[in-house]
């Protein structure tokens, strides 16, 4: 239409599903029709009497709910109980860091499940760097061996200490033939009149050997201590979540890796073990439990399933930061400069709406989406402003009155007219029926009737339950076989 704009167009609006029914299309068609950059059509299911839901598991600081835990408990429930197989589910985020707790879960009530497109978040390299520290502080007073020496360099960097990786080979070298420990080494390499490291670098050094000595001597004085708090006091003390801004900038990738960090920090924390038994527990983690990957629940992102449809969609951890993420653009290029045009605040919430839309579009039977949850001693995350935008209440009280009346029971008449002349000053809801949904029913004493009810009705205004900014701030928040073979062990 715009290329082709001095020849006649004809448009065609496809507005008409097939994948799912009215509740799940008029959820999406509402939230979508705030984006203003959009062609305007409807979204309608074909079948009115086709069943499909959307359920939303809350946490809020009234209600204790572990959103992740229930969202479980669905998936379970649906291959279990409802035979589903599991390759007709599909877990879906906007940002992998989305996925822990959830994964958490997951491997609690033994659920195979594998993560597509990144590794599952306990072995993601950010958590890998903070497990080989614990583990570096656990051996600092320990001859270096090879393990030693291999955690030694995979995380002598993280953060930028600007050391030499040929100086720090030398050194691991020099430790293994002479039987030295790690304390020993880099006293060495810090102190000796041979060393080759800078001033700046030798005090990093310093400040590297005093964490490592803090947490050896807080394991040593208290072997049974919490994992989580080992964990933490580390990330302070070495700085590790200020130099992903410095790396990735104030942006999506750095947001995403801190927050796989600290939601780490929450699983240790859960689990409540010391080092040695957490670490132990660890290395047994397998996501998919030797199950094969038909039998697998598989977790992705929004962008890899565009195009495909499953029977049931689960969205867990659906916050503000998450859904929709503002941290940041598309934009990959390093430009101080600011060569490269950033989209607008408005503009990138669209291109999220749209990604929010994708996911819960994606579903034939229902959508499960989960909030929460919440970080010790951080303020409580507010919920994804879509949840306020899909009109949830009202569009499932007319659609599945609707659908009642549609499948021939009559006296869903009355709760149909009733809902109306409720929520009939919701615009979005009121167009499709009279447009679309009435007319397939083809009873024109209903569209009369419903239509002077509407008529009647004041239009209701949108609000936001919270306040909400265009854009996130990205500070952290606080320093923070066959089926059976696969899940006959898995308890309800």
Request: charged letters at 25%; a neutral charge.
């Amino acid at each position: 239409q715009t290329v082709f704009d001095n020849k006649p167009i004809i448009q065609y609006n496809l507005s008409h599903s097939f994948r799912f029914g009215a509740v799940i299309a008029q959820c999406a068609y509402n939230t979508i029709s705030f984006n203003t950059n959009r062609v305007q059509k409807s979204l309608v299911a074909h079948s009115i009497e086709k069943p499909a839901d959307i359920f939303i598991v809350e946490q809020t600081l009234d209600q204790s709910t572990d959103t992740s835990k229930e969202l479980a408990s669905q998936v379970l429930s649906l291959v279990k109980e409802k035979n589903v197989h599991p390759s007709n589910i599909i877990v879906l985020c906007r940002m992998f860091a989305q996925l822990s707790n959830l994964e958490a879960e997951f491997i609690s009530r033994k659920i195979p499940y594998r993560v597509l497109g990144q590794k599952p978040f306990f072995e993601r390299r950010e958590v890998k760097v903070l497990l080989n520290y614990l583990q570096l502080a656990i051996f600092y007073h320990m001859p270096i061996t090879e393990k030693v020496k291999e955690m030694f360099l995979y995380v002598a960097n993280t953060p930028n200490r600007m050391l030499a990786r040929r100086d720090l080979e030398r050194l691991m070298d020099f430790g293994l033939e002479n039987q030295i420990t790690l304390a020993q080494a880099l006293e060495m390499f810090a102190e000796s009149p041979q060393s080759p490291l800078s001033d700046r670098q030798r005090q990093r050094v310093l400040e590297l050997m005093s964490a490592l000595q803090r947490t050896n001597k807080r394991i040593s004085s208290a072997p049974n201590i919490p994992t989580y708090q080992l964990l933490s006091d580390l990330i302070e003390a070495i700085g590790y979540l200020k130099p992903f801004d410095d790396f990735y900038g104030k942006g999506e990738a750095s947001f995403d890796r801190k927050e796989s960090i600290l939601n780490f920090v929450d699983f240790a924390r859960a689990l409540g073990l010391p080092p040695s038994e957490f670490l132990a527990h660890i290395a047994k983690m397998d996501t998919t439990r030797g199950a094969p990957e038909d039998q697998q629940i598989v977790m992705t992102t929004v962008f890899r399933t565009k195009g495909l449809e499953y029977d049931y969609v689960i969205i867990p951890n659906c916050n503000e930061g998450y859904m929709p993420c503002l941290y940041g653009s598309d934009n990959r290029i390093f430009d101080k400069q600011g060569i490269v045009r950033e989209p607008e605040p408005s503009e990138a919430l669209e291109n999220e709406r749209r990604l929010f839309y994708v996911a819960i579009t994606r579903a034939r039977n229902a959508v499960y989406i989960g909030t929460g949850s919440y970080r010790q001693n951080s303020q409580s995350p507010k919920h994804s402003r879509f949840l306020d935008e899909i009109r949830y209440e009202p569009t499932l009280k007319i659609m599945s009155a609707l659908q009642q009346y549609a499948s021939g029971k009559r006296e869903a008449r009355l709760n149909l007219l009733s809902n109306l002349a409720k929520f009939g000053g919701i615009r979005s809801i009121v167009q499709n029926l009279l447009a679309h949904y009435f007319v397939m029913l083809d009873d024109h004493s209903l569209i009369s009737e419903a239509a002077r009810v509407i008529s009647s009705c004041p239009e209701i205004p949108f609000s936001y339950r919270f306040a909400y900014s265009l854009r996130q701030e990205t500070k952290q928040n606080d320093t923070k076989a066959k089926l059976h073979s696969a899940w006959d062990d898995v308890e309800i």
